[in-house]
């Protein structure tokens, strides 16, 4: 791939403030990432309020029993949950085999990124929008989430 069109790639993911972009012609491909933990992350739609739905009842199970979920056995930890604004997978490191961004325990600042979810090949860093303890990491790595789902819990 030519080196100007490189260069041409590199500008428009700055003006877009997208945090990668990945092109491919023919055999060729390049995909360029950047570092976004100074400035504001964009999303396509905004967070909303999440309504839950009741539990379903599966099948071989009594009707009104919601299936058996090992994260409902954990005692509800209180304090600012930290929504998802999108659809997609969640990734608790930038990359396999680097340190997690926030482990339990860890003492978070506005804006300090805590995780990164995946959608439609475009990573986006998910900013804590308080500053406090991580108590509780509600998503485990890998594993797809829904618009609204709880990701984390802070405590101021």
């Given at each position: 791939m030519d080196i100007r069109k490189v260069k041409k790639l590199i500008e428009l993911l700055e003006e877009s403030g997208l945090a990668e972009l990945e092109i491919t012609e023919g055999e060729e491909s390049v995909r360029i990432s950047r570092n976004m933990t100074g400035g504001p992350v964009q999303y396509a739609m905004p967070p909303m309020p999440y309504a839950s739905a009741p539990p379903l009842a599966v099948g071989g199970m009594g009707a009104g029993t919601a299936p058996s979920n090992p994260a409902s056995s954990i005692p509800e930890a209180t304090g600012h949950k930290v929504l998802s604004p999108m659809v997609g997978t969640y990734y608790e490191a930038p990359a396999p085999g680097?340190?997690?961004?926030?482990?339990?325990?860890?003492?978070?600042?506005?804006?300090?990124?805590?995780?990164?979810?995946?959608?439609?090949?475009?990573?986006?860093?998910?900013?804590?929008?308080?500053?406090?303890?991580?108590?509780?990491?509600?998503?485990?790595?890998?594993e797809p989430v829904e618009f609204g789902q709880a990701l984390f819990i802070i405590e101021p």
């Open positions: 680097t340190p997690n961004f926030v482990k339990i325990g860890d003492q978070v600042q506005a804006g300090a990124t805590l995780c990164i979810i995946e959608a439609m090949k475009m990573m986006n860093q998910i900013e804590a929008d308080v500053a406090g303890k991580v108590v509780a990491a509600l998503a485990k790595n890998g």
